[in-house]
């Protein structure tokens, strides 16, 4: 063997040297180059500095694919929980992201302000977040919807949204949880005229017309003994996604100095994961009580 | 039940008359209204018009990807056919989508010049294309891996370029394909060496640095026995798919207006299909065999 | 002074040598590199390549400032004449202006498709072309006016709009000339009726509420006695200005090798010059004509 | 001429009955409509909001020009002052500049986080300040310079660039003054060697290479006895320019209610207007003295 590589090696040398005509050795790297300009065309699309940079992922047409698996009305514990999960694993790739909130088919992600990853270029941000959420989002079929089939590929899309100040980004996080607070009512009783009440889904629909929250709220205690606020906290305010710091405990095995024999030691660690909350975010409580969420705004 | 639903209703409408405070009741529609001013924040991001739009992702450390799921080197047929396959899954999904062209881990899709889709927002463009292609990926690994597991949900990143004439185009997909035929000649050989020949990787990068496209194929030829012209079409020149009419033949029973009786009739039917090609896109004589895929650049 | 000289360069070279807290020394420089870091703010706005590159400015005003300057109705010479030589003026400093086009208080530059001139970013391009503009129509106010004092510096604001092909751009000039021609005999007839015809703006107005093209000219000549395609073509068409070569006839002093004495000779030198064009650039003639102005799109 | 007046209007509405073929009249309209598409390919660039807009202009060439106009050196009034009004112009026009800051040939202007001037379009916002300054400079020539002819029309170009935070925006101040404080130090040392000192250009430049700012202001001080810190703070400092409330003691004609002879009052007024600053803007004093200026970043 070790001869046989010595011959390679000699013979391979001596190749080097071969006269040949350069016009067609060379010919694949020469075309490559002439080619190479169209890499001028590209734009830098680099987010503007000291700003959050919030990506957005929609489900597309889940309309369509919450009923084609027939998933359960006006919520579906099993797809709430996938989204959540796929939205944990674009979190564990970039630890960037400061905080996620999640309702319905929609997840938002916010890097932190400072966050120099990719180079704070737009797409690269945005075409990551939507690739690993949609991945996962398979990949994790299985463990939330056991032997019910996936029947097709699900798409999501994404876009940037930049926001300069803690009071504009609070503000989005807000208009998003209010957005879910409204549309789960709405589907709350929609879903309980249609299945409880044997309503049509046309006839529903014009009764709700123009009800305010209190009539809602009304119409699910009074008809069908519904307390709305008993509800789960998960569909009526979405879910929050943050980082941290966790004490662990762990066993670990230890050889003190001075003695000769090990010894199990209990050894406390702190450790960041990401932890889920489905509480209000509009108000002030919990941002006191997570003031390292965001970046003071400066002097 | 019918009178049920008829006291349901006559509760209704008579709970809308109820009096009650306004203040409470409208907070919810309030309070979104008054966040509703982020979406401002969101700029548009739409392509120029009569460009073509060409989005490209890659995968995101595929290296290693390959590694952890011991893709064959240099060229693994299961991984390219997946690729391959999730890229006809986008074209299905983008109609306007004329060519796509893959090599290794990256795909590239073009959107026709006059594409309106999603507005030509170049952020919806590139999160559904990478989107899709992720889930894509990953709900048809088993097609083409078996029971070799997928160990972890893989990742994409896409970016979109314009493309204002059919010379611009047409170089980009020369560069990708001169990319490829430049790096599936030296992949070839470096693993041949390792492989066959027992060298180290180390000394094979040394040996082949610096060398042209004829002392490589010399090397396969004299060392290894391997004319690379005769390797897969596939590797050497990567993958082209394109919209193609083919005629069907189909069954079709059918009752002629003056008898009474049905008969079979075979009938001639033309439909677009996706075909994939593995041939030189860099020459004229594919683009003459297929006029329609770039636009007239006019006058 | 030679030994003064001398003093001050031994002083100075020694006084590199005293010992002096740094921490003093350095505060403006250090001050300096500490802020810096707001460059990084600027964002890149370059041009995609191969389009042309349009900066058309507009007159910020000018109702007013031509009711101020009390310009003839409904077109001013002189006015027009100092918009025209501004336009000079710009061309003159950026020789990468293929054609520019003029009419009323607006007028378009075209960037080669080809050009590089600033990087082509277009905040670079598009302050430029303003900048020049307005400091030469004050610059050359008196040229036009004459003792008409020019009240107030004059404000046009700028825009950058992109076209990838020749039929796009063309296009684009078509518009802009459609739109001087039918503003034009529009300001035409409504000032006759005004001026000549003694009726009120007003009553003027709705007259021509409604009314074609051929109402206008049919006006103008059974009321007025006049026949529009006689008017001036620099108010009908407006103003193209493209480069032009053209033959100069310069004497020249020379000396022939042979004889000893000097002699002037006659040279033909050919030059190029902004030239002034009136006529249509809707049709193909003028593009027949100057096949030189559009760029190839290319196969 | 009433009559004639009858007479045109009677013929007009007639005139508007006549049958003309459609396909001639209609042309310039359906021209014109043919062609508009072409404004699609602009694209809105306007700025992200809750940011401050900075737009700033540098003069073109301002080397030579300074030198074809004999502007003295290290630094003359005259150019100074002309900029500075200039500037006064701009901000007469563009009431949302909070704040401007001059130097040099260079001039920037901060628009307020909340302006809607323009609807934020950077293109509109950096041309109409680029084309007034240009244009008051060209203008207000005479009242600085007087009777020294202006040789030709100066050029200006524009940048806009965002700052999303109070910090940022003053850091962008700071290092605006910090070039100021640290070029005028260096010019001031450089033209005392050559034109008190005798020394050639060269010879200075070398002299001067990697001093610090303690030796530049000991060379002032032991080679030609001056306190840089004496120097005039317009050198030093640069011009700052903010909007100031004053008051204003104006006489008024009242006529009291019971009275009936007019009487002369005298009355304070609180007008806001352009103050001009040369203090430093570094540290905090500045900031503290005018706390309107920045608006608050919010909780």
Redesign the interface.
């Known amino acids: ?1 070790v001869v ?2 010595a011959c ?2 000699r ?2 040398l001596k ?2 040297l ?1 006269q ?1 005509p350069a016009c ?6 020469m ?2 180059s002439k ?12 987010c ?4 959050y940079i919030v990506v957005r ?1 929609d489900g ?1 047409n889940f309309h369509k694919f919450a009923e084609h698996h027939t998933f359960l009305k006006p919520n579906d514990g099993r797809a709430l929980g996938l989204m959540t999960h796929s939205a944990r ?1 674009v979190m564990a ?1 970039l630890e960037d992201v400061v905080i996620a909130y999640g309702q319905s088919d929609e997840f938002s992600f916010v890097f932190k302000k400072t966050s120099t990853l ?1 180079k704070r270029r ?3 941000l ?3 977040v ?11 079929w299985r463990e939330f919807f056991g032997d019910q089939p ?1 029947l ?17 980004l609070r ?2 996080l ?2 998003r949880q ?2 879910c ?2 549309t789960n ?1 709405y589907n709350t009783v929609f879903w309980a ?1 249609v299945q409880k ?3 049509t889904s046309a ?1 529903s629909v014009v ?1 709700l017309k ?6 809602k709220n ?2 699910l205690f ?2 069908f003994n519904v307390n709305y606020n008993n509800e789960s906290a998960v569909h009526r305010k979405g879910t929050i996604l943050i980082w941290e710091r966790q004490e662990e405990t762990v066993k670990k095995r230890t050889k003190s100095p001075r003695e000769e024999k090990e010894t199990d030691a209990t050894v406390t660690r702190s450790r960041r994961r990401v932890q889920e909350h489905h509480c209000d975010i ?1 108000g002030e409580q919990f941002w006191q009580e997570h003031p390292d969420i965001l970046e003071q ?3």
Request: proline residues 4%; charged residues 20%.
């Open positions: 063997m046989e590589k390679i090696l013979r391979l190749s080097c071969v040949r067609l050795s060379t010919s694949a790297t075309a490559k080619f190479e300009y169209v890499r001028n065309f590209e734009t830098d699309d680099s503007l500095r000291n700003c992922l597309r694993c790739e990719f737009a797409s690269k945005m075409t990551h939507v690739s690993q959420f949609s991945s996962s989002y398979v990949f994790y996936l097709y590929p699900p798409g999501f899309d994404g876009r940037v949204v930049l926001y300069p100040s803690n009071r504009n503000d989005y807000s208009w209010a957005d607070i409204f009512l005229l009440g044997g309503l006839v009764l123009g009800t305010l929250a209190a009539d009304e119409i009074s008809e509009i705004d400066g002097p």
